[in-house]
């Protein structure tokens, strides 16, 4: 089964408005941490939030902020005030446990801003 | 500080070649990790290195191997290229491995195109 799923090949968002990226993930382990990275067209994997699975507040960073509802295993992205600099691919991931080693990525969500 | 460096950008190779990448951390990282990207596959863990010692594989053919140096650089090597391994290879630093709240942070990429 798919630990990190993400339902939401390509999506559009108007400028300046606020968009929700979909993730949901599957584990059995209390101890796990969930991650969100951007990836534009030049490749690089550029790291924007974080989520621990005992953080008790949802996290937020700048202008990107993390709905973590953990009974229903979903971590969704919100991007607020979207710019043109945020038209890129989205990848949710996890690591589980204490002897964690890698990350586990979603397929991804393929952002486009229009002007 | 700077980011995660990986070299060369670009490499274009011909079936039944080597090729041999390489990564430099952030400074003070002493773990390195690299993952495959391919449009089918997606995001995949190919290895992960901390204090010159290969921690963890992931499920890849013994064409792939790596090492690192003691001052934290490490090479990924891919021997006998086959069409199937062009990808975006990324190579990922943290401080410390094994902890689910580790915060990976990843470089640009190499391009690899296997003719």
């Known amino acids: 089964a798919q630990k990190i799923t993400q339902t939401q090949p390509g999506m559009f968002v108007q400028e300046k408005e606020a968009v929700t990226l979909d993730c949901t993930y599957d584990t059995s382990d209390p101890s796990y941490g969930l991650f969100w990275y951007k990836q534009p067209s030049s490749g690089e994997m550029i790291f924007l939030i974080y989520?621990?699975?005992?953080?008790?507040q949802n996290a937020t960073e700048g202008r990107y902020s993390l709905n973590f509802q953990k009974a229903r295993k979903s971590a969704n992205l919100v991007i607020s005030a979207s710019q043109l600099g945020d038209s890129a691919m989205y990848f949710c991931?996890?690591?589980?446990?204490?002897?964690?080693?890698?990350?586990?990525f979603g397929s991804g969500t393929r952002l486009l801003v229009r002007p | 500080k700077a980011g995660v460096t990986q070299t060369p950008r670009y490499l274009i190779k011909t079936r039944g070649q080597q090729v041999t990448l390489s990564c430099s951390p952030i400074?003070?990282?002493?773990?390195v990790s690299w993952y495959q990207q391919t449009p089918g596959q997606g995001l995949q863990f190919l290895f992960e290195y901390f204090s010159e010692t290969q921690r963890n594989k992931g499920n890849f053919p013994g064409r792939f191997s790596g090492r690192q140096f003691s001052n934290s650089r490490s090479e990924m090597n891919v021997s006998t290229l086959e069409l199937g391994d062009s990808a975006l290879y990324l190579c990922?630093?943290?401080?410390?491995?094994?902890?689910?709240?580790?915060?990976?942070?990843f470089g640009s990429g190499t391009q690899l195109s296997v003719l």
């Open positions: 400074s003070g990282h002493r773990s």
């Open positions: 991931a996890m690591r589980e446990g204490d002897s964690s080693y890698k990350l586990i």
């Open positions: 989520q621990g699975s005992y953080d008790q």
């Open positions: 990922a630093s943290s401080s410390i491995p094994g902890k689910y709240n580790e915060k990976l942070f």
